[in-house]
């Protein structure tokens, strides 16, 4: 079965500021998909970058980008300019080929005016 | 529009009653999950069902059920022996095909609360 860990329960950063969340997973699979999902007071999941693992470069959507780590089965997210707006809970998701879909327990992250 | 419905937004189960979550989609999509949510905690798997007629159990399938008669349908069942319902139950669809890992998009229910009276 694969497992996904979050190691961090809880961070803060001050607005503008950069922060990093953490995300390990392990799986035996070479081809897989890895998610960064947001989830705010409303608790709609709300996808914020996807990294396919065939793909060597990491993925980049605005703000938030990815530092892949294929070899370390590593998928941290970095939220650059921090927002008010970004403070929520962030999920790291993994699909592996057979669609079984696993989340990680979850980084609360509160964004500090 | 296309998506996932999920009724009702609340709900109440009395002691020893079975309660059933209902999950809805117009997505064609193969595959849907059920999670359940505790507060302040992550998802956890509790049944997935690939294609129709046909499901696995996740990681805390003791006390639910699910049946997969329609592939636009997937309801879930909170049975008399799940002992502590009380959480926000997801569900989420994957497409476009089944074990095409390309091009997959999750989308997500908003979610039913389920509360013990």
């Known amino acids: 079965a694969q497992t996904v860990t979050q190691s961090q329960p809880e961070m803060s950063v001050q607005e503008a500021e950069t922060v990093t969340l953490s995300c390990t997973y392990d799986t035996s699979e070479n081809n897989y998909y890895l998610f960064w999902y947001k989830q705010p007071p409303s608790r709609q999941m709300i996808l914020v970058i996807r990294q396919e693992a065939y793909k060597q470069q990491n993925a980049t959507e605005n703000r938030f980008s990815v530092n892949f780590q294929k070899a370390a089965k590593s998928f941290s997210l970095k939220i650059s300019d921090s927002q008010l707006g970004d403070t929520a809970m962030y999920f790291c998701?993994?699909?592996?080929?057979?669609?079984?879909?696993?989340f990680g327990g979850g980084t609360r992250l509160m964004v500090k005016p | 529009d296309g998506g996932i419905t999920q009724s009702p937004k609340y709900l109440f189960r009395k002691e020893g009653q079975n309660v059933t979550l209902s999950c809805e989609q117009n997505l064609n999509h193969d595959a849907m999950y059920w999670y359940r949510q505790d507060p302040g905690q992550g998802l956890r798997l509790i049944y997935y069902s690939q294609i129709v007629n046909d499901f696995q159990k996740g990681d805390i399938a003791e006390g639910y059920s699910v049946s997969r008669e329609k592939k636009e349908s997937f309801p879930l069942t909170v049975t008399s022996a799940q002992k502590n319902p009380t959480a926000f139950y997801l569900c989420?669809?994957?497409?476009?095909?089944?074990?095409?890992?390309?091009?997959?998009?999750?989308?997500f229910g908003s979610g039913t609360q389920l509360s013990v009276l």
């Open positions: 989420a669809t994957l497409g476009p095909g089944v074990r095409e890992p390309t091009n997959e998009k999750l989308f």
């Open positions: 998701a993994f699909i592996d080929a057979g669609n079984m879909l696993t």
